[in-house]
């Protein structure tokens, strides 16, 4: 059974940083991409960043280039989406995804506001 966890959202002003997490369980982590989306409000829900099996390798959204950081932590089976600069048109809820058997997590809210 795979599970998807998200945690690290909420409140921030803009120009503000937040760091999201999402551990995997009940698969072989190292094996997969991973990716994160996100959804505002009245909006589709729509792709952010993406990282290769071994990390190596990134892609981002236009819209986050060069404020937006994906990694991941093989040991931990954790990715991480590093956010800086933060605007509210970043206010979403955002989803951890594994593509490989479209997976999904539950998301994890975050919002930019003054």
């Known amino acids: 059974q795979v599970q998807l966890v998200e945690s690290g959202g909420g409140l921030v002003q803009p120009g503000g940083s937040l760091r999201l997490s999402c551990a995997a369980s009940?698969?072989?982590?190292?094996?997969?991409?991973m990716a994160w989306f996100r959804q505002g409000p009245g909006k589709e829900r729509e792709f952010v960043a993406a990282?290769?099996?071994?990390?190596?390798?990134?892609r981002y959204a236009d819209s986050v280039k060069g404020r937006f950081t994906m990694s991941r932590d093989g040991a931990k089976n954790t990715v991480y989406l590093q956010m800086n600069n933060l605007k509210p048109e970043d206010t979403a809820v955002y989803y951890c995804?594994?593509?490989?058997?479209?997976?999904w997590g539950q998301g994890t809210q975050v919002t930019v506001s003054s």
């Open positions: 009940g698969g072989t982590f190292s094996r997969y991409t």
């Open positions: 995804f594994r593509p490989t058997g479209e997976y």
């Open positions: 990282v290769s099996r071994s990390g190596g390798t990134t």
